[in-house]
Antibody
Framework: QVQLVESGGGVVQPGGSLRLSCAAS????????MHWVRQAPGKGLEWVAF????????FYADSVMGRFTISRDNSRNTLYLQMNSLRAEDTAVYYC?????????WGQGTLVTVSS | QAGLTQPPSVSKGLRQTATLTCTGN????????AAWLQQHQGHPPKLLSY???NRPSGISERFSASRSGNTASLTITGLQPEDEADYYC???????????FGGGTRLTVL
């Protein structure tokens, strides 16, 4: 069965950096585009970034453009999100999601807290 | 990036029918439709319906999606206590090159 397991969350000071990982199993990772979506405490879902199956195409939300970088390692079945220049408003649970036309499987999420 | 518009809350009685709406524009919902996700408190979202209005395997037939112009709808029949959750619509916006979500509708089953 499809499994997506995020890791790398934690507490970081404003201006700091963090790298999230998403380990995928149960499907052919290299055949599917992948997304990061976040959810601030008590708020709705916010799309963050997308990477195509081969890593060549990437899209970002305006709110993270230039600060976050999405990437993938198909040999390791792992998706990444490098987050730099973090702000308080980046505090959220970050989910990775598999795309099969739509976001059909989601991980359990990892919490990122940006606070001094 | 502009999101999709959903009513913040809907309340219906047990075994009744609820219809949730999601309004976008011709670049997103009006173009390829909207997918629907269900999220219970403390859990990740779960896909209920693809943008083509078909259900993933294992999703109850009580959930059905449709679209008219720039507005997508999710109809839930025979409401059960476990249907109480937050429901989000989502779509790809071709003009923004971005995925957009609605603000979510909290469904309360009375």
């Amino acid at each position: 069965q499809v499994q997506l397991v995020e890791s790398g969350g934690g507490v970081v000071q404003p201006g700091g950096s963090l790298r999230l990982s998403c380990a995928a199993s149960g499907f052919t990772f290299s055949s599917y585009g992948m997304h990061w979506v976040r959810q601030a405490p008590g708020k709705g879902l916010e799309w963050v970034a997308f990477v195509s199956y081969d890593g060549r195409t990437k899209f970002y939300a305006d709110s993270v453009m230039g600060r976050f970088t999405i990437s993938r390692d198909n040999s390791r079945n792992t998706l990444y999100l490098q987050m730099n220049s973090l702000r308080a408003e980046d505090t959220a649970v970050y989910y990775c999601a598999k795309e099969n036309y739509d976001l059909d499987y989601w991980g359990q999420g990892t919490l990122v807290t940006v606070s001094s | 990036q502009a999101g999709l518009t959903q009513p913040p809350s809907v309340s219906k009685g047990l075994r009744q029918t609820a219809t949730l709406t999601c309004t976008g524009n011709s670049n997103n919902v009006g173009n390829q439709g909207a997918a629907w996700l269900q999220q219970h408190q403390g859990h990740p979202p779960k896909l209920l319906s693809y943008r083509k209005n078909n259900r993933p395997s294992g999703i109850s037939e009580r959930f059905s999606a449709s679209r008219s112009g720039n507005t997508a709808s999710l109809t839930i029949t025979g409401l059960q206590p476990e249907d109480e959750a937050d429901y989000y619509c989502s779509a790809w916006d071709s003009s923004l090159s971005a995925w957009v979500f609605g603000g979510g509708t909290r469904l309360t089953v009375l």
